[in-house]
């Protein structure tokens, strides 16, 4: 099996040791990745501050020529990319799978290529001119986590390079594979050291919060890490964007129609087999339509297919990890004991049908819950949803707003004016209306609370790649 090397000033750079990528649909190798050591993380900062110096003196429209060029590389070899994907994440192919993931990835780039952050003019008159420059920090660390780890590598990388900036980014090593292709892609149509890949364990994550050389973190990935890197990053004053956990609560109000609006909460919660940051994570459903909704929901969560990803008729895969495998199964677990399992709940029968192999765990949905149940305070990250009946309004936002996340929500309802009003009373950074989770490249995307700060995406998301300078003349 040939390993995925480090990508390091244009060049792969094999490091001696490599570590087994598993596939979570069987457990076995999926492929290896050359292990980095602390030495090669300062080498590829090395290049990348090297890099900087030429890279942030090219004109903005040259910088997003090069952006359009890399999604078309990434869109030229997207069918390889996906199927690396598939292999070392266990997402399917098909439906809102690798290959979506993919051709996401493609129309992110080309949307953010075209961003621009032009000098701002705060004053011009007879007292003298005032201009706002925005400048690139210098090197931007990226860490990623495993749930769409080519996808949320564009959405560092590309708003850093296209702001003047230079990249080390450090996959997480559960999903580091396709990264270091799609690394190994963008060095094709750019300078060498502009974007440089390290594969490795956490604690090169640790190290580059901690590094002298990078200028900015921009982290996606758990609040606990997020933590972490906001202690060892003080020390060096680093700008910080962090996109954390979530625990995205869906308002659904009495005028619904349960069986129209079912679609879109399966979609909702289950996405990437519930392993999304702003995915649907606890469900609270109105006393009159209660039953209904339940009914729909469970109904049409029955016709999905559940898989190894490779198989076209596959739209869900396993849990991706053993770990996760372990913390949504204790979940479950515990609630069942307090609530009333609708959907699923014990993986005995999928793990048969799949041969004892893979994380794979059964669609689940779990009635009859209250805020206190461990499903309900905390994220589950998996194929698991909890529903919580209730019968005022006011009594649903503040349950929705009783939890330390604030990443996304929603509200479900034929009434969109009243549903506004309810959504700009819920403690999050995004909430839709009749969907969940629907995030797009022109707008801003991030937490409040604990879900983290700084936002992704847009002109907004673009500007936490630069520093201001302001000129007085
Ligand atoms: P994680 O925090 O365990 O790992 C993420 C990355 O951080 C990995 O690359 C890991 O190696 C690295 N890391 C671990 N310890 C580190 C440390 N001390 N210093 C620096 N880096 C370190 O998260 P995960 O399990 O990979 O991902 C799941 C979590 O990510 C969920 O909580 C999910 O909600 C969150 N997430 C958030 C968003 C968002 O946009 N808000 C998007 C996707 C996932």
């Not at 900062?45 to 903005?60: D, L, S, T, Y």
């Not at 997003?64 to 999604?71: N, R, Y």
């Not at 962090?242 to 619904?256: F, K, Q, S, T, Y």
């Not at 500007?463 to 302001?470: G, N, P, R, S």
Request: hydrophobic residues 40%; contains cysteine.
């Amino acid at each position: 099996m040939k390993p995925f090397h480090l990508i390091i000033n244009g060049r792969k750079v094999p490091t001696g040791r490599c570590f087994d990528v598993l596939n979570p649909a069987n457990e076995e190798v999926a492929g290896l990745a050359s292990l980095a050591r602390k030495k090669d993380l300062d080498d590829a900062v090395r290049a990348a501050q090297m890099a900087f110096e030429k890279w942030r003196e090219v004109p903005e429209s040259q910088r997003q020529t090069a952006c359009l060029k890399i999604a078309s590389k990434i869109e030229e070899n997207a069918e390889e990319l996906a199927r690396i994907l598939t292999a070392e994440q266990g997402k399917p192919l098909n439906g809102l799978g690798s290959r979506w993931e993919v051709g996401g990835a493609v129309a992110w780039t080309r949307y953010t290529a075209g961003l621009s952050l032009p000098v701002k003019v705060l004053q011009d008159n007879d007292e003298g001119r005032v201009e706002l420059y925005r400048k690139p920090i210098g090197v931007v660390g990226s860490i990623t986590p495993w749930n769409f780890p080519v996808m949320i590598a564009v959405w560092h990388i590309v708003p850093a390079v296209l702001s003047g900036n230079t990249v080390v980014i450090k996959p997480s090593p559960f999903t580091p594979l396709s990264t270091l292709r799609l690394v190994e892609f963008m060095n094709q149509v750019l300078p060498e050291g502009v974007v440089n890949c390290i594969a490795g364990k956490d604690r090169l994550g640790a190290a580059m919060a901690a590094h002298e050389g990078i200028g900015k973190i921009v982290f996606t990935g758990s609040c606990a890490t997020g933590r972490k890197i906001m202690a060892n990053s003080a020390e060096t004053m680093k700008r910080l964007t962090l996109e954390l956990g979530g625990n995205d609560a869906g308002i659904v109000l009495p005028d619904v129609d349960p069986k129209q609006i079912a679609e879109g909460l399966f979609w909702g919660a289950f996405i990437n087999s519930g392993q999304t940051c702003a995915a649907l994570k606890r469900l609270y459903v109105h006393d009159d339509v209660y039953d209904a909704v339940c009914g729909e929901l469970v109904d049409f969560a029955r016709k999905m297919k559940i898989g190894e990803g490779t198989n076209e008729d596959v739209v869900l895969g396993p849990i991706q990890n053993r770990k996760q495998y372990g913390i949504v199964s204790d979940l479950v677990q515990d609630a069942k004991s307090r609530g009333h399992v609708l959907l699923g709940g014990d993986p005995g029968e999928i793990r048969k049908e799949m041969h004892g192999k893979g994380y794979f765990y059964p669609l689940t949905i779990i009635a009859d819950l209250e805020n206190g149940d461990p499903l309900v305070d905390e994220e589950q990250f998996g194929p698991v949803l909890p529903i919580i009946r209730y019968h005022q309004t006011r009594e649903a936002i503040r349950k929705a707003n009783d939890n330390p996340n604030g990443l996304g929500g929603s509200v479900w309802s034929r009434d969109i004016e009243n549903a506004k009003r309810i959504a700009n009373q819920m403690e999050c950074g995004s909430v839709w209306i009749n969907k969940h989770g629907m995030i797009q490249p022109n707008a801003p995307f991030g937490g409040v609370k604990r879900s983290g700060f700084g936002v992704e995406f847009a002109e907004e998301g673009l500007k936490e790649y630069t520093d201001i300078q302001v000129i007085f003349s």
